[in-house]
């Protein structure tokens, strides 16, 4: 049975929520130690809290004084060694989208080439195709040490006395969570990205934006746009443009941190008639990709 163009825009489009699905995995990974870390030193700063106060809003000054040295000590426990983990979760994150990437783009372009997909080596370690998305995971242990000294800061009498409580300093430390997930996003998306941009190179094809099903405004003012591998996406595209532009050229996606659009590989000959794939991309994304 011969595939249409409509029946292309349909697979491409399942290729975001692969990267979605292989992103939520990755985040899971990345940050689950950490939270859990936090989750058991806020419960244990609670018990003591609650057993240094013994009735009364704020313990007298020489329990206070202990009970927070106690509570950095449990902080950075908490933290060792998370920054480094977190790392290592993205950087297999990255090894694994770049792959899926790759077989995503090497899986179409066979199906809309007519022609069986090029046998590939794999390559022991991705570091240098995928190098912007590697770069993204290197830069977690600051980010996550950067969160961490920052809660510690405000591990301090006057802060306690204000919060009655940690409350404050383990808000402050959770953001370290959610600012690996937005690391871990990111370096997934990448990586993605540089997978098709691999299989464009070797087919001399253009590199086609395909939207997430039901994405922002930005990321539906790029779907059906293309470029040539090495070249980059205008800023400043959004069909809304008043809530949401992003206004740097870039490579591909990811067009924010929560972005999981992809690339596919694209050649003007592969059309097989009726409405190109490039213009289906688009109205599907503008329709909200359905
Ligand atoms: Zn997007």
């Avoid at 489009?13 to 292989?22: F, G, Y």
């Avoid at 409580?165 to 969570?177: E, H, L, M």
Wanted: net charge positive; with cysteine.
């Amino acid at each position: 049975m011969d595939e249409t163009n409509g029946d292309f825009a349909a697979r491409a489009e399942q290729h975001p929520e692969a990267i979605r699905r292989l992103e939520a995995q990755a985040i899971a990974a990345a940050t689950q130690p950490l939270a859990q870390a936090l989750n058991r030193a806020q419960q244990d700063a609670n018990t003591r809290w609650l057993h240094a106060t013994a009735g009364h809003p704020i313990p007298e000054p020489g329990a206070l004084a202990r009970l927070i040295e106690a509570i950095r000590q449990s902080l950075t426990r908490a933290f060792r060694g998370q920054g480094a983990h977190a790392q290592r979760a993205a950087e297999q994150a990255a090894n694994a989208a770049e792959q899926l990437g790759e077989t995503q783009a090497a899986a179409l372009a066979a199906a809309m080439s007519r022609e069986p997909p090029p046998r590939r080596d794999r390559p022991r370690s991705n570091r240098r195709r995928a190098k912007a998305a590697w770069d993204v995971a290197a830069a977690i242990p600051a980010t996550v040490e950067q969160e961490f000294r920052r809660a510690l800061a405000l591990c301090t009498e006057q802060a306690v006395r204000a919060f009655r409580g940690f409350t404050g300093v383990f808000q402050r430390a959770k953001r370290a969570i959610g600012r690996i997930a937005a690391s871990v996003a990111v370096t997934v998306a990448t990586a993605a990205a540089a997978g098709a941009k691999t299989i464009a190179t070797e087919a001399g094809a253009r590199l086609l934006w395909v939207a997430e099903p039901g994405a922002c405004p930005a990321c539906a003012a790029y779907a059906g746009r293309s470029i040539a591998p090495g070249e980059y996406f205008p800023g400043g595209l959004s069909l809304d443009p008043r809530r949401t532009v992003f206004w740097t050229p870039i490579p591909g996606p990811p067009r924010h941190p929560n972005c999981c659009c992809a690339l596919i590989p694209w050649r003007p000959e592969w059309n097989r008639g009726g409405t190109p794939l490039p213009d289906l991309l688009r109205m599907r994304a503008r329709m909200g990709g359905h």
